[in-house]
Structure formats: C-alpha cells, structure tokens
C-alpha cells in the first residue's frame, strides 16, 4: 500500500498555491492528509501533483469578529478543540470536536481539509451547515464566499472548481446563552458516525423557542438541514411533545444504506439522536425537560 | 518524479536524506534510516501503529509524507529508553502491568501516551480508553495497557 508517484509543491503563500492550482493538472491540495493520504495510499486517488498548504501561515488562525467565528482552513482541529473562543464562543463546534478522530489525527487534520473532503459521517462539514457558515474560496481568478448549503452539492463532493482551495470558513455565532446539543452514533469511539444529530436552540423568557437549527449528518450524501423541525418548533413552548414532534421530521430524510446500516435503521437513528440533541439544546438554554420518554 | 532533501531531527539526532516525495514517514523511518520501531499495521491511518510525535504532537507517520516533517522534529519509540537501555517510567509500566503481548501495536501506544501523559498529569481511566482509542491491539483486550497508563501516570506524580 504505497502511493503512486506525485510530484510534490510546497507554496510559501497563497498567491504561489493557487497559481500552482490554475497551471499544474491532475492536482490535489494537501492540507493535513488524514483523509487524502490514506486514499492515496489505497491508490484511490492517484493525483499527478500535490500542493501542500502546511507553509501557508495565512491560511491558519481563529477570530472572532461582526458576530461570526472565522476559522483558517489550514487550522488544525486540534487548535480549535483546545481553544477558549471556539468553546465560549460556539460550544456546539467544541463538543462536535470530540467526536472527530482520535487525538492522532486530530493533531493533523483541518477544518478546511474536512470540509473539502465531504465525507458524508464527517462532524465538521455539518457543523458548518448548523452555523451557516460562509466558505471564502481562492483561485488566481479571485476569491468568492459561498453558504455551506451551497458547498455540499453531494457525495464528497463540493462545490470547489479544481483550481480553487478553501480559505477560510465563518461560522455565524448564535446568542450568548443559547442551547447546543451534538449527539451520534458509531460503532466504536473515533469511528465514522452511522448518523449524528446536532442543534441549536434559542428561547425566549417565556420558554418558547426564539429561533432554531437542527442539522443531520451520515444518513444522506451530504449533511442535511431540518427545515421542516426548525420551523414546526419556531414559536413553541419548549416541552418533551415539542420536542418529539420536531425529531419526527427527521424521518423524511431519504438514508444512504451500506453494509453498517440499512435505510430504516437509520431514520430510527436519525429520530432518536435528533430528540437528543434537541433535549441537550433546551436544558442548556436552561429550560427543564421532562426526559423519561427518552 | 523529481526527489526532495528532506533534512530533520529524530530522538535529537539530524538527518539528511533525498527522497521519493510519495514516501511516507513511516517508510522514511524505517528504510531510510533503520529504525524499525515505529510498526507499519494497516498503512491508512487507522490501528495508530506507526504513531509517531511530530513537533511533540503524536501524528500517524503512514498519513504524513517525510516531505511533510521536513525542518521538524520527530521521536519514536527508539527514544524513550536511556542509551544503556533501562526502560523509562512509562515502558516500565507497560512491562510490569502486562501492557503488551505480542508487542507490534506497543511503540504506537507508547507514543501516544508520551504525548498524553505529558499533558495529563491525573488522567481518569476514561480519558486513558478515550486516548488509546485510536491505537487498535488485537491481544490484551486493553486491560494491561490502560493499568500500566494508569499506572505510570501515578509513578510520574510521584517522581515529580
């Protein structure tokens, strides 16, 4: 299990990376290669050049500012899970950081390599549509920022043309105080999820829901928005029936079957983790939930 | 395809070499410069055999291109003894808690938990399973490596 021979770059800036992108052919961006290698070495992938990122200090940071949290797609995931502004800031992404990998390539990875990737089970890519996040994209034609739902178009597919890479992404920061749940489902601890749930809930004085977000992960080709749940609990008192009946939409989801899971068990999954989740977000926003039918 | 100087430190020492950039870390390791410690299991980033630190952070040398640690630092396992071979504290722990059978996924444990130890001076068994998580053994059933974690974590605080 080798790679098939590349030649290999190593842009000092972004405007040396993407010209590398526009002019080289056959060429894949390496940012922390805890997918991309190991496909190479499967010889899934067999590019004829690879541009390595890791020397693009530019492409690295975490700020907050104008109410998002902009985090550099060369960040590695292991600065975001030990950082103090993605934990006060935007908890969801810090507890959803737990579940990606293992330490060892936590270390490795990034955030803009995850979400290039797009793998369907993958925490980071849904994270962002939970968010609405904004992808800032460079090519030597320029720079364009594009909403997460527009990114995904489908299976590990993106978006991204191949002379283009992944700058940054903003994720939009919710209130202080607001509730957060994260939940999934994997056979074993670091493993790709079978379907994961994640949401974000904002409630009024009077218990009844502000405004809410509800995102599944690894039972569709690409991460999913539960409009229908979102809306259905927009104005509601927050109480377990609320709650039960939000999580039912995600039945209408449309679930990928493998040899892990089949379509039905999934969507039970998917309803199950999604009342979780929703449960965590409503006790963190501080409203008390009868939880006995979980 | 043309080759890359790699120049790098491992266990203190520098080392220059001209390589292949498609070689990996852990082949770069091994076949360049001999030391054959750090175990090659499933070569796509999944039993942590080959774990290695890079910069002092444990990485999977089979996911990351020599190229990749060119100018850093890297410590595998041929670095944790002394030089007259006495165990360190966490080797020693390993072979008086049963941490190993048959040993090949020994040197990726052992680097894993450098790094974690190093960083967690009181871990909890959970926080041990949650690191070693991404080290698969297929003999001791994790018993004997999360005790000798434990217990070298304890022989640690006690030395300090």
Not at chain 1, 88 to 116: D, F, K
Request: hydrophobic residues 45%.
């Amino acid at each position: 299990m080798k790679p098939a021979p590349f030649d290999y770059h190593a842009p000092r800036n972004l405007e040396e990376a993407t010209g590398l992108l526009a002019s080289l052919e056959n060429v894949k961006v390496l940012a922390g290669g805890q997918s991309l290698v190991a496909m190479m070495n499967f010889r899934y992938v067999i590019a004829d050049h690879l541009v390595d990122i890791g020397g693009v200090a530019a492409l690295s940071g975490i700020g907050v500012a104008d109410g998002a949290l902009r985090i550099g797609a060369m960040t590695r995931q292991r600065d975001l899970e030990f950082s103090a502004e993605v934990k006060r800031h935007c908890p969801v992404l810090h507890e959803a950081l737990q579940h990606v990998g293992h330490r060892q390539t936590r270390n490795r990875g990034t955030i803009g390599g995850s979400l290039a990737h797009a793998d369907p089970a993958a925490e980071l890519p849904v994270l962002c549509l939970l968010h609405d996040a904004e992808i800032e994209i460079a090519s030597r034609r320029g720079t364009r920022r594009m909403p997460m739902r527009e990114f995904a178009v489908g299976f590990m597919t993106t978006a991204l043309e191949p002379d283009e890479l992944v700058t940054a992404i903003s994720l939009k920061l919710w209130p202080a105080g607001h509730g957060y749940g994260f939940q999934e489902f994997a056979r074993r601890r670091g493993d790709f999820a079978l379907a994961g749930a994640a949401a974000l809930l904002e409630v009024a004085p009077d218990q009844s829901v502000r405004r809410a977000a509800v995102a599944l992960f690894g039972v569709a080709a690409s991460p999913v928005r539960l409009d229908a749940a979102e809306n259905g609990l927009r104005g509601k008192r927050l109480d377990m029936a609320a709650i039960a009946t939000a999580a039912a939409e995600a039945r209408s989801i449309e679930p990928l079957e493998d040899i892990h899971a089949g379509a039905d068990y999934r969507r039970h999954l998917a309803q199950v983790l999604t009342r979780r989740a929703l449960v965590d977000a409503a006790q963190r926003a501080g409203v008390t939930i009868e939880t006995k039918q979980t | 395809m043309s080759k890359h100087s790699v120049s790098l430190t491992v266990n203190g020492k520098a080392y220059q070499r001209e390589v292949e950039a498609r070689i990996t870390l852990a082949d770069f390791l091994r076949h360049e410069l001999g030391l054959t410690g750090t175990h090659l299991g499933c070569e796509h980033g999944v039993c942590g055999a080959c774990t290695v630190l890079l910069d002092g952070h444990s990485a999977r040398s089979c996911l990351t291109f020599a190229v990749q640690a060119n100018g850093r630092e890297v410590s595998t396992v041929e670095g944790l003894a002394a030089p007259d071979g006495e165990l360190n504290v966490l080797q020693q722990a390993f072979r008086d808690n049963h941490g190993l059978q048959c040993g090949f996924c020994t040197p990726g444990m052992l680097m894993t938990l450098t790094e974690f130890l190093r960083d967690n001076k009181n871990p909890t068994e959970h926080d041990v399973r949650d690191v070693l998580s991404g080290n698969l053994c297929r003999c001791t059933g994790y018993a004997g490596p999360v005790a000798a974690a434990l217990d070298a974590a304890r022989r640690m605080r006690e030395n300090a």
